[in-house]
């Protein structure tokens, strides 16, 4: 017989009655509840009490309990076992049978306005602000560079994992907060009329809290796997910058100095700073690594004699994406950019299919033009005559080259050799 065993832990907050009926069921068939570990996996172990029971309570976790409260639980024969998220967890003492602390609804009503609700509310107006203020670069981006929205995002997905994940999560994030949104608005109307009816608050049924667990899950889920794309993303993508680093690390201090419960201070501590070392390492070894696996678009200079500068390559699993420039370099200036007669960008996508590849190229802008005989090609003009450029298909592959000034040889001609 196994001395012990691992189940999900997945609950709302508001849900803490169906948490603390589902541990007590766990109790009667011989389990004790050890620690639940990121909220969502819980550890049990074989006990032989037969007079265990569990009590869940609201809780602030930026803040402790009060020692009259902590001292009130203990003299009615509770114990705190942890805190997990807005919820205090506490097991009966051996050989009591302690009733629940709260039994009075409004208190329990009020003790939930006081100690979660402020506390989730001041998260979700924080969520709401910070929300627009990243969204909104990418919003007013295609007006100000003359850009489509459609190649912003071709360029999110084929240059970074963790857009990726972004782009294709964020209906479901959003269409997840407004109908918690809306069950927590539910909730609070049933309990507030509870109340004033003088009954005890409602408890959902297994079933009802199991369907917003599994949906709890699932975000958890798509979250904790968008921080790990950040390692890949740093490694293969260079899409994390040591600037990066510096915002996480100063956003992780000031979370961690927010809690005033010390008791696991140093393990927060030590597991921030791992993760923030392996992201650093990621970062300082993406060079070599780039060197090493140039990915599924080579470089490739399009034009003889130039030098290719600011060179950035990237791999996903939908597509890649590589740009870099190419100028011709003076005699008297050497490798300087200084002074150049000319430059070319070269920016290149390929995808992993036709679709996405249909996708990606799109309608050609108003201000390019078919170019006879050449198929998918399409040419450009600047304001100047010595600026303009092309944009070409090639079975996955798009291809665009922008041109400056008097070019010994055609781009295009280069770029289809």
């Known amino acids: 017989m196994k001395e012990t065993c691992w189940k999900l832990f997945c609950y709302l907050v508001i849900d803490h009655r169906a948490a603390q009926a589902w541990l007590n069921r766990m109790a009667e068939d011989g389990w004790e509840l050890v620690h639940i570990y990121f909220g969502l996996f819980a550890r049990f172990r074989r006990t032989e009490r037969t007079d265990l029971s569990y009590f869940l309570d609201w809780a602030d976790p930026k803040y402790l309990e009060t020692s009259d409260y902590l001292q009130l639980c203990s003299d009615a024969g509770w114990e705190p076992v942890q805190t997990v998220d807005y919820l205090n967890l506490y097991a009966s003492r051996p050989g009591t049978s302690p009733a629940p602390i709260q039994t009075d609804s409004e208190l329990e009503y009020r003790r939930f306005r006081q100690k979660a609700l402020r506390r ?111 390692l890949p993303d740093a490694l293969l993508n260079g899409a994390i910058s040591l600037s990066n680093v510096i915002g996480l690390l100063i956003g992780c201090a000031i979370s961690i100095s927010l809690y005033r419960d010390n008791s696991r201070l140093f393990r927060r501590v030590l597991c921030t700073a791992g993760c923030l070392a392996l992201l650093l390492l990621c970062i300082l070894l993406h060079s070599p690594v780039r060197n090493a696996f140039p990915g599924r678009l080579p470089p490739s200079p399009v034009l003889a004699d130039t030098r290719v500068i600011n060179e950035t390559r990237a791999d996903t699993l939908l597509g890649s994406h590589v740009k870099w420039e190419e100028f011709f370099p003076r005699p008297d200036m050497g490798d300087s950019k200084i002074g150049y007669p000319a430059s070319v960008t070269v920016e290149a996508q390929t995808w992993v299919s036709p679709v996405l590849a249909d996708w990606a190229f799109g309608t050609p802008p108003s201000n390019m033009v078919a170019v006879p005989g050449r198929g998918d090609t399409w040419q450009f003009t600047g304001n100047t005559a010595e600026h303009g450029g092309y944009r070409l298909r090639r079975g996955n592959t798009l291809l665009t080259l922008s041109y400056y000034g008097d070019l010994p040889a055609d781009p295009l001609s280069a770029a289809l050799a």
């Open 120 to 230: 989730m509310a001041l998260g979700g107006v924080i969520a709401f602000v910070v929300t627009p203020l990243i969204l909104l670069p990418l919003l007013l981006l295609p007006s100000s560079a003359n850009v489509s929205p459609q190649e912003i995002a071709a360029g999110l997905l084929s240059s970074s994992l963790t857009s990726s994940l972004i782009l294709f999560c964020l209906p479901f994030w959003l269409a997840g907060g407004l109908a918690y949104l809306a069950l927590l608005a539910g909730r609070l109307l049933r309990w507030r009329q509870a109340v004033k009816d003088g009954r005890q608050l409602p408890v959902p049924t297994s079933r009802t809290a199991g369907a917003w667990g599994n949906l709890k899950l699932l975000g958890e889920f798509s979250l904790s796997l968008m921080l790990l794309l950040l």
